[in-house]
């Protein structure tokens, strides 16, 4: 589902002259795998930032450290504030942010992820998704779909 909804997409947001970037923790560049892997891509998508650690995070999109520290970088927060920060330094009308947790680890014993997407430079929808049962890789693929599926699901409405 992630490659048709990415098309779609790119078909509304070309449609649109609409450009979108990704900041990705979690999906580990899925989303922009999928926004980047059909034809004319460079029409409306325009980069994205894979930051997995607190420190990148904190670099490449300014995040607030403290924040971050309290959260372990896993939180709706978080999420919001990278999808912001990548809408902002890359010069676009969206921007996707996603963190979380693949698999358990320490206290955290069911994976989950939040997402966030920004429209204008402002965060207008996101989620909490959740793992359960899933290994590290089919979360990173959940991830990356429910997300993409939520972008269209917007766009898709927007358009009527």
């Known amino acids: 589902m992630g490659n048709e909804a990415a098309k779609m997409i790119g078909e509304l947001l070309k449609s649109r002259g609409e450009r979108i970037a990704v900041a990705e923790s979690i999906s580990a560049g899925n989303i922009q795998a999928a926004l980047s892997s059909n034809s004319g891509a460079s029409d409306y998508f325009e980069g994205g930032i894979t930051a997995y650690s607190l420190r990148q995070k904190v670099n490449l999109l300014g995040i607030d450290e403290q924040k971050a520290r309290e959260v372990n970088c896993v939180s709706q927060d ?29 206290e955290i014993k069911v994976p989950h992820a939040y997402y966030s997407i920004a429209h204008g430079g402002i965060a207008f929808r996101g989620g909490c998704i959740d793992g359960t049962g899933l290994s590290r890789e089919s979360m990173q693929i959940k991830v990356s779909n429910v997300v993409l599926k939520d972008l269209l699901y917007h766009l898709d409405l927007w358009i009527r």
């Open 78 to 106: 978080i999420a919001r504030d990278m999808a912001v920060a990548v809408s902002l330094k890359f010069g676009t009308d969206y921007g996707i942010g996603t963190t979380g947790y693949a698999e358990p680890w320490g």
